[in-house]
């Protein structure tokens, strides 16, 4: 089949660019940041959408700024970076491009100088999405940036993390403290399941947000119901990550209600004029409730049975 490319209403917004190829169906919001508001297979939708944010706008007046859930994308280092509510949470420009693809593209932020573009193509013949985000440098200054892939899924599931060795990490990832500027490098927490290569989150952490420094270029997420949704992306052990821990992978799981799984990219060095971009590829995997079976101690799920089909299907 081919990729149909339209415009339709969805969760309060107007004018919504989807893309659709009878193997799944993906909606994107331009109205309050970039983001991908809808990524299925025909079932559940593996963002996670809060419904009081329904047709959200940042138009300056009461009631404040939100933290827009979704398919979201962002720019780090996290702790560095300044805010920039205009990229987060303004209206972007939204077209269709060539081959029935899309493209969002931000206004320049005023603190920052950045513009981000990005651009999403459906394969034709699976459920595959490609999301690349560009950072355009266009202040006037050099800027040291990476690429920071922040997408909110549905609460209460399973997310998995290949780790590989060596690591900086005793444990294979570290946890960032809630109540206090700093990082636990050796964590122990029966919500992080660590074994066979493979680190799986399967409740809710002591604090919700964790780090990986793998290079094996992948991480799932398994939700209660509904598809495994699988992200790819490179990984490059020669270059520096600025991220403050030097991550790769990041996971924020705060209590059942929502998990953000993110890719890091590496330090970008940016002059002015200079661009730099990072490529997620996105897949949704069926998973035979025999596979969501395994042993207690693997979270309820076939781990190994899950890492083949990510090996064979998601190419």
Known sequence: MTVNASRVAFHGYTDCIRLDNGHARVTLGHHCGGRVLEYTTGGENAMALDPEQA????????GGDIDPWGGRF?????????????????????EVTEGAGARLT?????ES?????RDFALAEDSPRLTC????????????????WGRTLVPGGGIALVPLTRPSRFPNGYVMYDTDAPKIDFAPSDPAVVVGDGMLLVVGA????KLGMDTTAGWLAYLPRSGDLFVKRFPVFPDRAYNEVAGL?????CYEDRVCEIEPIGPRERLAPGEEAAFTEQWWLLPVPEAERRGPVSDGGIDVAAITERVAREAV
């Open 74 to 94: 962002d720019f780090g280092p996290e702790r560095v970076t300044r805010a920039h509510p205009t990229l987060w949470l303004g209206a972007w420009a939204a």
């Open 113 to 117: 100088g950045v513009r981000l573009v």
């Open 55 to 62: 047709g959200w706008v940042r138009d300056g007046g009461a």
């Open 205 to 208: 952490p002591l604090h919700p």
């Open 132 to 147: 690349t985000q560009t950072i355009r440098n266009e202040s006037g200054d050099p800027i040291d940036v990476c690429h």
């Open 106 to 110: 931000s206004e320049a932020d005023p």
């Open 248 to 252: 790769t992978v990041s996971l924020w």
